[in-house]
């Protein structure tokens, strides 16, 4: 059973930055493929990154290319999202999930979720 928790949301202008935190415990083959989710009030949940932990391709939604990063600590089984340039429309709880590859379209484990705001 793989387990998930997140870390690092808060409050921040326009324009700043926030690092979110996945740290993933249990069953790693089953958390190959690491994603970060969002869900803003009113709005259904959105892809934003995955990375794999195996090889290191990334791939994000063409909203948050060129201002997220996604990158994974093995050692520490710690995913994280670096988030610069941030926008209002950023707002929304994030959520990191896994799966044990690309292959599956479902991801198997979701974390909690933590809240980022983003004031103008």
């Known amino acids: 059973q793989v387990q998930l928790e997140e870390s690092g949301g808060g409050l921040v202008q326009a324009g700043g930055s926030l690092r979110l935190s996945c740290a993933a415990s249990?069953?790693?083959?089953?958390?190959?493929?690491m994603g970060w989710f969002r869900q803003a009030p009113g709005k259904e949940r959105e892809f934003v990154a995955a990375i794999s932990r195996i090889g290191g391709s990334t791939y994000y939604a063409d909203s948050v290319k060129g201002r997220f990063t996604i990158s994974a600590d093995n050692a520490k089984n710690t995913v994280y999202l670096q988030m610069n340039s941030l926008k209002p429309e950023d707002t929304a709880v994030y959520s990191c999930?896994?799966?044990?590859?690309?292959?599956?379209?479902?991801?198997?484990?979701w974390g909690q979720g933590t809240q980022v705001t983003v004031s103008s």
């Open positions: 999930a896994a799966k044990s590859s690309f292959v599956r379209s479902d991801y198997d484990y």
């Open positions: 249990g069953l790693t083959f089953s958390s190959r493929v």
